[in-house]
């Protein structure tokens, strides 16, 4: 992207809501400066945000929203300094908090803890899309938890050199209230949803 690092932020609005800001650092993280804010006006509020490269100049931003309702994106074709209204993505992968997102050479993963008070155990998922983050489909379930919402889910994904994904997460597997950390190594090496 550049030769910049960007990371995603997200903190209160005068109305309540929430928005993710783009920062960007041109010195691997010494400094940093606001370049935008992903929400748009009219837009929900929006928290929880993962984002990564679609294209040569293209963005994707991935939140959950302020209630816990819906999944949303954000399109920026121009390195982050714009980004377009948001994009419901809740009838293709349902209420995901923490997303997190990874492109292999294959596809854009999407993860995150899958969030529905009326189902046990807990999960936490893996998506794919393989046409830029237009549509996400192959939905795979990593680990379960039976816990309280807390107890597990968050993940954090690391693309390696060899192609594959390390995944760090936490879950309850040991003890309700009491999240242990967990890893798991992921390769993806599907060419296509079909």
């Known amino acids: 992207m550049n030769g910049t690092v960007y990371s995603v932020a997200y903190g209160s609005q005068s109305d309540g809501s929430s928005n993710a800001n783009l920062w960007t650092s041109v010195d691997n993280g010494s400094t940093w400066s606001l370049l935008s804010e992903i929400r748009q006006t009219n837009d929900v509020g929006i928290n929880e945000t993962g984002i990564a490269q679609v294209g040569a100049t293209s963005l994707l931003a991935i939140s959950r929203d302020d209630l816990n309702l819906n999944t949303w994106g954000h399109f920026s074709n121009d390195f982050g300094l714009t ?58 379930v990593l680990d379960t938890y039976t816990g309280l919402p807390i107890d597990g889910g968050y993940c954090w994904p690391l693309l390696r050199s060899d192609g594959k994904i390390f995944l760090v997460y936490y879950a309850d597997s040991n003890n309700l209230r009491e999240p242990d950390i967990k890893s798991l190594v992921l390769q993806w090496d599907r060419k296509s949803a079909n």
């Open 83 to 140: 980004w377009s209204s948001q994009v419901d993505y809740t009838a293709q992968v349902g209420v995901l908090q923490d997303p997190q997102l990874v492109q292999t050479r294959t596809a854009l993963l999407l993860f995150g803890r899958q969030y529905d008070t009326t189902k046990s155990p807990n999960e936490m998922v893996a998506f794919a899309s393989y046409d830029g983050g237009l549509t996400f489909a192959d939905r795979t």
